[in-house]
């Protein structure tokens, strides 16, 4: 099969989805023939951030999902669609985020800070979910937070997001901020200094920056304000509204990919690092999870989680939904 030209690969795809009732939802770091619509000849039934995923995977009326990303994202489109069958065309598309946090260790951090709320950020998986008050994204991490009255907050598990939102959660409501210490592999190579070298080479750039970059890159690169710092879809939504037409971008590499596709007029400058979990899927493997629906093979895509976990996780999911 992979001998055979992408184009007949996605006709395989697109006549399999119709019959076997299934729908691709694909994240927007998955690589560039996978964030492609269907409308427009590609495979995708819709490309988006983690939100925007799990608020899509809410809307789905087809039995089967296959989901074009990482596992703790698969996770949350079952837990909000159990009766549905979740694909994932790669179980082992994990996340060093996702991996740096436990359940126990949620449960260990509450008997630690009694009545301190835990906002997880949605990178983690299902059994830690269940063990939080609220999830967020990097998306309403902010009005999450605000929401809270405690005057002490617990956010897991990425360091350098909680930094960075520490910074403005502190300063515009005074509330503290306990952080967990994982990291995402990707975001953390941002380094001020290989920034710093590209804004010298490209005056005129505005930078594109990730909330998951370190704190100490995003101060130094966004000093003189030429920029954001956001979640994927602020990032999206800034270069829309900015005049400039040369962007350092500080985030996924394939996320170049989506915004050449969709300011085919502007320049971005992406230092590329990948995701080596998002790489995982491909069109070989979604359409191999596609045919395995139905047959003996569907539990080798399928995601289970135990009962207990579907239900509790939910909880913390409908809440991070209610600010959408
Ligand atoms: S980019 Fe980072 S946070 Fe996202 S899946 Fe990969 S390792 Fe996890």
Same mark, same amino acid.
């Given at each position: 099969?992979?001998?055979?030209p992408i184009s007949t690969i996605f006709s395989e795809i697109r006549k399999l989805k119709k019959e076997k009732e299934a729908v691709i939802l694909s994240h927007y770091y998955m690589p560039p023939e996978l964030q492609i619509l269907e409308k427009d000849g590609g495979v995708?039934?819709?490309?988006?951030?983690?939100?925007?995923?799990?608020?899509?995977?809410?809307?789905?009326?087809?039995?089967?999902?296959?989901?074009?990303?990482?596992?703790?994202?698969?996770?949350? =489109?079952?837990?909000?669609?159990?009766?549905?069958?979740?694909?994932?065309?790669?179980?082992?598309?994990?996340?060093?985020?996702?991996?740096?946090?436990?359940?126990?260790?949620?449960?260990?951090?509450?008997?630690?800070?009694?009545?301190?709320?835990?906002?997880?950020?949605?990178?983690?998986?299902?059994?830690?979910?269940?063990?939080?008050?609220?999830?967020?994204?990097?998306?309403?991490?902010?009005?999450?937070?605000?929401?809270?009255?405690?005057?002490?907050?617990?956010?897991?598990?990425?360091?350098?997001?909680?930094?960075?939102?520490?910074?403005?959660?502190?300063?515009?409501?005074?509330?503290?901020?306990?952080?967990?210490?994982?990291?995402?592999?990707?975001?953390?190579?941002?380094?001020?200094?290989?920034?710093?070298?590209?804004?010298?080479?490209?005056?005129?750039?505005?930078?594109?920056?990730?909330?998951?970059?370190?704190?100490?890159?995003?101060?130094?690169?966004?000093?003189?304000?030429?920029?954001?710092?956001?979640?994927?879809?602020?990032?999206?939504?800034?270069?829309?509204?900015?005049?400039?037409?040369?962007?350092?971008?500080?985030?996924?590499?394939?996320?170049? =990919?989506?915004?050449?596709?969709?300011?085919?007029?502007?320049?971005?400058?992406?230092?590329?690092?990948?995701?080596?979990?998002?790489?995982?899927?491909?069109?070989?493997?979604?359409?191999?999870?596609?045919?395995?629906?139905?047959?003996?093979?569907?539990?080798?895509?399928?995601?289970?989680?135990?009962?207990?976990?579907?239900?509790?996780?939910?909880?913390?999911?409908?809440?991070?939904?209610?600010?959408?």
């Amino acid at each position: 099969m992979n001998n055979q030209p992408i184009s007949t690969i996605f006709s395989e795809i697109r006549k399999l989805k119709k019959e076997k009732e299934a729908v691709i939802l694909s994240h927007y770091y998955m690589p560039p023939e996978l964030q492609i619509l269907e409308k427009d000849g590609g495979v995708a039934d819709f490309i988006g951030d983690s939100l925007g995923l799990s608020v899509e995977a809410i809307k789905v009326q087809a039995p089967n999902i296959i989901f074009c990303g990482v596992s703790f994202m698969a996770e949350t =489109a079952k837990i909000l669609n159990p009766d549905k069958n979740v694909l994932i065309p790669d179980k082992e598309a994990g996340c060093s985020l996702a991996s740096s946090i436990t359940g126990a260790d949620i449960r260990h951090l509450k008997a630690r800070y009694p009545g301190v709320p835990v906002i997880a950020y949605v990178n983690t998986f299902a059994e830690t979910k269940a063990e939080c008050d609220i999830c967020c994204t990097s998306r309403n991490a902010v009005a999450i937070a605000k929401s809270f009255e405690s005057d002490t907050l617990i956010f897991v598990p990425d360091v350098y997001m909680g930094q960075n939102l520490k910074a403005k959660i502190e300063s515009e409501t005074g509330k503290k901020m306990i952080l967990w210490h994982g990291s995402c592999e990707v975001h953390e190579q941002f380094s001020s200094a290989s920034l710093g070298t590209m804004k010298q080479m490209y005056p005129d750039a505005e930078m594109l920056l990730h909330w998951e970059v370190p704190k100490d890159t995003v101060d130094e690169s966004l000093h003189d304000h030429k920029g954001v710092l956001g979640s994927t879809n602020d990032i999206l939504k800034y270069v829309g509204s900015s005049a400039s037409k040369q962007f350092i971008l500080a985030s996924e590499c394939d996320l170049g =990919a989506t915004l050449r596709g969709m300011y085919p007029d502007r320049e971005f400058i992406t230092p590329c690092f990948k995701c080596p979990y998002m790489k995982k899927i491909n069109m070989a493997n979604t359409l191999a999870a596609l045919k395995s629906i139905g047959t003996e093979q569907q539990a080798n895509y399928e995601i289970s989680l135990p009962s207990e976990i579907l239900k509790r996780a939910f909880t913390p999911i409908k809440r991070m939904l209610d600010f959408v």
